[in-house]
């Protein structure tokens, strides 16, 4: 009996590190090109997105904390800016969802401050870029599921 079952675990083991190989074989290039489709579909959010998360994370004692003291007025949570990688899959699957739990945190830093003649463009938040932020982040939850299953 512990050769049948030797046997077994040896196939079980040889069927595992088999799937494992081929997982890495075609899953990354998978996951990398679903993000490139991903990000030509919704280029315009992704680099808007990208470009306000590095705004506020360079500003750091100016416009970073501004938006930590509005966020913690609102949602009692200091927030966490997530930036997109370039070369990771997953960044950008939580940098949309990081800017879309406080959105109302940007508005009131916008309201507050954009008469501002320092405001930077780059963190300009209206309802056209809030409701292309809000279809892409919807767009990429089946991206997501699937490339975990891969």
Do not use: G, H
């Amino acid at each position: 009996m512990d050769k049948v079952d030797n046997a077994s675990m040896q196939k079980n083991s040889a069927t595992a590190i088999s799937f494992y190989v081929l997982r890495k074989m075609f899953c990354s290039p998978s996951k990398s090109y679903l993000k490139d489709v991903f990000e030509v579909l919704y280029m315009s959010v992704v680099d808007c997105v990208r470009a306000q998360v590095n705004k506020y994370n360079k500003s750091t004692s100016k416009w970073l904390s501004r938006l930590y003291k509005e966020s913690k007025s609102l949602y009692e949570v200091t927030p966490v800016l997530l930036r997109i990688v370039k070369l990771r899959w997953n960044s950008t699957q939580s940098a949309l969802p990081s800017i879309l739990r406080i959105q109302s945190a940007f508005k009131l830093v916008q309201a507050k401050y954009d008469s501002d003649s320092d405001f930077p463009k780059e963190l300009t938040v209206d309802d056209l870029f809030l409701a292309e932020l809000e279809d892409a982040e919807r767009a990429i939850q089946p991206l997501t599921i699937a490339s975990f299953l891969m």
